[in-house]
């Protein structure tokens, strides 16, 4: 297997907004005051205040030094135990994302955390909800709203290692078992609740509970959810009228705001969040993980199930996630069977390799997904075919390949399935995507390569 020289790209040079660090909150070494943008002459007032609430970190390798750990930048806010547990687990020293966000968040500034995948993101934000969050208080003091059931469970396991003892969290997510949670509820609220849109606004809309002493509301994969055309209206709701932004801290976190200038001014207009929201944006200028090496084979439909089972060959992952796109209507009516399906039932016949094939998509009942999920969690290293209901927040650190068997259908769902891989922050270990493409859409990776500043390299089979 050969690889073609690499296609060059216009790498596009990201001015940055305005930056004002705010007084309340100590800054940290790292933050860069970066020059008014002549881009915000064009906005009206509101839209510039805005702009002025943006904290961009510098250039990797640039941040300067006399790091702080977590625990220092925590101190004081952050119970000890819980701070303790994180350094079990190996949380010692922070990200960069997780300097830049925690100084801003535990001044109680309402705040859009946007960094790369995997960097970090879930701890920051957790270590806000900790220090808010009173255990003797027998009220719900803290929301955390996520798009699917797979990273509701993981938030949910992470906060019950990080904190056993004197938290209660609920997780109130699509597929569980409403009823039972409807007495808990009713019996003793929990301290903390992680929820899909879906779920939480059935008990809200009945009264089941209020958010009237909501502390912390945290939206993660924020640009998704407002996204969605079936969520949106909900989570609208829950920003203004289940519980109000003057009252609560705010957070929304993702590693792709689309627009985020336009984010910010809606926040602010919205009364989503107070008016001195802080963006703190990371890596502004590098939206992947610079660990992820690009490539791409070029092929008919026809060949991709063998071009696929030649990549693995060459590359044996230990662990790997093949993405596939969701079966399209035209297909469902000519009565073929789900493609998913069909490449796990070829992959279980014909490749060799010693890790299982599961499977992960969102047709599949709730039970399922979970198997599948502690299955790959478990074992030695893995295979997983999935629909994009595993590019979001999913946390498998362990896959070193992700290959695109279809092409994503933006480059935002390029970022986040890519972003499955490359998961260990202080770690050196160079990670692939591949994408298997016909010659037609070598002109969408183009774009996404011009989108997302990266390079994507040919690999001849
Ligand atoms: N301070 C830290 N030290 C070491 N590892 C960390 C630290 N903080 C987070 N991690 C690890 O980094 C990985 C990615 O973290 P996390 O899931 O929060 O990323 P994220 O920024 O939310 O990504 P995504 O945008 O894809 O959801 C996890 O495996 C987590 O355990």
């Known amino acids: 297997m050969a690889v073609a020289p690499a296609v060059t790209n216009l790498r596009l040079l990201h001015i940055s907004s305005s930056a004002v660090v705010p007084k309340q909150c100590p800054a940290p070494s790292s933050v860069q005051l970066v020059g008014r943008s002549s881009s915000s002459r064009r906005f009206k007032p509101p839209l510039r205040a805005a702009l002025q609430t943006s904290v961009v970190l510098r250039e990797e390798g640039e941040s300067g030094g006399g790091a702080a750990t977590l625990r220092e930048l925590c101190r004081g806010h952050v119970p000890d135990h819980v701070l ?30 946007h960094a790369q995948t995997g960097s970090g993101k879930t701890l920051a934000y957790l270590l806000l909800v900790f220090s808010a969050v009173k255990a003797q208080r027998s009220a719900v003091q803290a929301l955390i709203v996520v798009p699917t059931r797979e990273l509701g469970m993981q938030v949910r396991i992470l906060m019950i290692i990080l904190e056993k003892s004197s938290c209660t969290v609920m997780a109130l997510l699509d597929g569980g078992m409403l009823r039972r949670h409807k007495s808990w509820l009713k019996a003793e609220p929990p301290s903390i609740v992680v929820a899909t849109i879906a779920s939480l606004c059935q008990m809200l809309d009945k009264q089941i509970f209020k958010l009237d002493a909501l502390e912390v509301l945290v939206i993660d994969e924020v640009d998704f959810l407002f996204n969605s055309s079936k969520q949106v209206s909900s989570l609208k709701k829950i920003l203004t009228s289940y519980s109000s932004s003057s009252k609560r801290q705010t957070v929304f976190a993702s590693a792709s705001i689309p627009q985020h200038k336009r984010f910010v001014y809606d926040c602010i207009q919205q009364k989503w969040t107070k008016r001195d929201v802080v963006h703190v944006h990371v890596n502004a200028i590098k939206p992947l993980p610079s660990c992820l090496q690009h490539k791409f084979v070029v092929c008919t439909k026809k060949l991709k199930h063998a071009v696929l089972l030649s990549l693995l060959h060459s590359d044996a992952p230990k662990s790997a996630i093949v993405f596939v796109g969701e079966q399209s209507e035209k297909s469902k009516k000519a009565g073929n069977g789900p493609s998913t399906v069909l490449l796990v039932d070829f992959l279980k016949t014909s490749y060799r390799g010693s890790s299982d094939v599961l499977l992960l998509e969102e047709d599949m009942n709730f039970n399922s997904r979970a198997a599948s999920l502690s299955e790959l969690r478990e074992g030695e290293g893995y295979l997983l075919v999935a629909t994009d209901i595993a590019a979001r927040g999913v946390d498998l650190p362990e896959t070193t390949h992700i290959y695109n068997f279809d092409l994503p259908r933006t480059a935002v769902d390029y970022l986040h399935r890519a972003g499955r891989t490359g998961r260990k922050p202080f770690s050196d270990e160079k990670c692939n995507v591949t994408s298997i493409i016909t010659l037609e859409e070598r002109f969408v990776l183009q774009r996404y390569e011009n989108e997302l500043m990266f390079n994507c390299e040919e690999v001849i089979i």
């Open 84 to 113: 303790s547990r994180a350094e079990g687990i190996g949380y010692v020293m922070p990200t960069d994302v997780q300097s830049q966000a925690l100084p801003v968040l535990l001044s109680g500034r309402d705040c859009v955390i």
